[in-house]
């Protein structure tokens, strides 16, 4: 396997074959093997997350998953996304311009130019495949965003869902948002329905157990083969949906109101570096009233709305930390 191809090609017959049997040779399939000392290769994509939101950037919100994996790596400060759902999923899995793999846009808004039409062009090949074709299990667990709206139906065609782009195993959501209490979920190219019967089910919960159980699966049957599992949920995404329990740890967090609450931030940044010492505090967007002018009996929906999302982003820290618990278990 030279691995300047793929698919690879069928290799050639190694072995011979004569008029008789006692004159042939047969030699044995050779099947994938991965390179030596492979790792596994978790990767963790978050939607609608701001630079100013995880504790681990001086946010407002504690998330010790991601503090943990920062702390055994590297934090970066000028990582640019295209900060819209689609065009950010398929630069990242196939490693092109947005625009070169057709994805200028969400695949709702597509249009009939090349830039744009959101059909992923078949010699762009997702970093699943490439990793599929070298050895590797391969699973995606969660937001996929990245098949053309006309294509999204349990009809297919199928080649440009995430099983077939490089992914042995997917469990998730095709679109763009959903329910986390009653998601579209769709189990390989099967629609299903895991919330029926059950009150305490959240989407993202449901991800991550799935994500788990493939992850021990995998290492069970086939240990000798490296895993590549793509976890990318549709939190913080809209809806914003968590139980109450977790409202409640943000319960007055955010009563400062946003003016303040945005110096705080600031202040953060520079005390860990994350911004330069010399950077100056953006001006409050003209179209956002101040918070002092803002009527008082909106303010509680505000502030609630604050609290809210604080509570789902706190809530998916910890359910990808149930992952990477997974992983270090194994």
């Known amino acids: 396997m030279s691995g300047d191809r793929l698919p690879n090609p069928t290799p050639p017959f190694a072995g011979t074959v004569g008029r008789l049997l006692d004159e042939s040779e047969a030699v044995a399939l050779q099947g994938l093997r991965p390179p030596a000392d492979a790792p596994n290769v ?9 630079f100013g939101t995880c504790s681990t950037f001086g946010g407002p919100v504690p998330t010790p998953t991601v ?8 934090r970066y400060n000028q990582f640019h996304t295209t900060a819209l759902c689609s065009p950010t999923r398929a630069a990242l899995l196939t490693g092109r311009n947005h625009h070169a793999v057709h994805m200028g846009g969400i695949t709702e808004i597509a249009n009939s130019f090349p830039g744009y039409d959101s059909a ?5 090949a997702t970093v699943a495949e490439i990793l599929r074709g070298h050895g590797y299990s391969t699973g995606a667990f969660g937001k996929w965003h990245l098949t053309p709206s006309w ?17 042995d195993r997917f469990y998730g959501i095709i679109g763009a948002e959903a329910s986390h209490w009653e998601p579209a979920v769709y189990d390989q190219t ?5 919330h029926l019967g059950r009150d305490d089910y959240h989407l993202t919960e449901d991800l ?11 290492q069970a049957s086939a240990p000798h083969r490296p895993f ?3 976890f990318a949920p549709a939190a913080v995404h809209a809806p914003h949906h968590v139980a109450p329990e977790w409202i409640e740890r943000f319960e007055g967090t955010f009563d400062q109101g946003w003016d303040r609450l945005r110096t705080e931030i600031y202040e953060r940044q520079i005390a860990l570096g994350v911004i330069p010492p010399d950077t100056t505090l953006t001006p409050r967007p003209a179209q956002i009233p101040a918070w002092e002018d803002y009527p008082d009996k909106y303010k509680p929906v505000a502030t609630r709305l604050m609290e809210v999302f604080a ?12 992952v990477l618990d997974a992983v270090d278990q194994l």
Request: a negative charge.
């Open 208 to 218: 991550a157990d799935q994500a788990i159980t493939w992850i021990q699966r995998q």
């Open 151 to 167: 294509e999204q139906s349990p009809a297919g065609p199928f080649d440009r869902w995430p099983t077939g782009m490089g992914f």
């Open 190 to 194: 099967t629609p299903i329905e895991p």
């Open 120 to 124: 992923i062009p078949k010699e762009a």
């Open 311 to 322: 509570a789902f982003m706190a809530h998916t820290d910890a359910q990808v930390g149930r």
């Open 42 to 50: 978790v990767l963790i994509l978050l939607d609608d997350v701001g």
């Open 67 to 74: 503090d943990r994996v920062a702390r055994a790596g590297l």
């Open 228 to 230: 590549f599992c793509y």
